[in-house]
């Protein structure tokens, strides 16, 4: 893709969703924290699913040290990975506690430093929560990065710098949204919905297929 094809892929996507939204539910910067962690290798349905219950008993980090690593579990058996997350959440929301005042930090090296929480999920805490340009790269924008000729590279590092570059910033701050949602409901990982894609004809891999 190039410059203007990239241009008006997002011009596209922008026109079609002008304020796209994570569909993780939350209320709080502290409770998208807790989402986005719990969130590893599960889906976003599974998540809002368990939070729902979670949430309105516990939402900060004093009442989740509360509940106790065991009582955190019960409300969050159902995602996978539920007893690491369950540890890592607890050893989170006692840093934000002792270190932050129960605050959640606004800082990428302050948010890397808890546990189970790395460059994936501080990306998505900086952007939805502080508004900043990040590029959150899980396996439906690492695909589309790949896929559309957008940004192609090999590891989720090297597409997400690739991302940063190409796309224009005034479309930097949503970006990460518009490109989740395309992967998730559109150019999906087995059956990409070319005929239904509205930036089909700006993309390699819509191209190629028109072809």
Not at 24 to 37: D, G, K, N
Not at 59 to 76: A, Q, W
Not at 178 to 186: A, F, T
Request: proline share 6%; aromatic share 6%; hydrophobic share 40%.
């Amino acid at each position: 893709m190039n410059s203007q094809e990239i241009a008006a892929f997002f011009a596209t996507l922008q026109a079609a969703n002008p304020s796209p939204q994570t569909e993780l539910e939350y209320a709080s910067v502290f409770e998208l924290l807790a989402a986005v962690l719990l969130s590893a290798q599960a889906t976003d349905v599974s998540v809002n699913k368990a939070t729902r219950r979670l949430f309105p008993v516990a939402n900060t980090p004093h009442k989740i040290l509360s509940l106790g690593e065991d009582g955190l579990c019960e409300y969050i058996r159902t995602i996978g990975l539920y007893r690491s997350k369950a540890r890592h959440l607890i050893a989170t929301c006692r840093i934000l506690i002792e270190e932050h005042a129960g605050k959640v930090p606004g800082s990428r090296e302050a948010l890397e430093r808890l546990p189970g929480v790395g460059r994936k999920t501080a990306n998505v805490v900086l952007n939805v929560a502080f508004g900043q340009p990040t590029m959150a790269v899980d396996t439906h924008i690492f695909r589309l990065g790949n896929r559309t000729g957008l940004a192609p590279g090999k590891t989720p590092l090297a597409v997400e710098q690739g991302l940063l570059q190409r796309i224009p910033p005034e479309y930097l701050v949503d970006a990460h949204h518009w490109l989740i949602l395309h992967g998730r409901y559109v150019c999906q990982a087995r059956k990409p919905q070319c005929g239904h894609c509205s930036v089909r004809a700006y993309c390699d891999h819509g191209k190629a297929e028109v072809r």
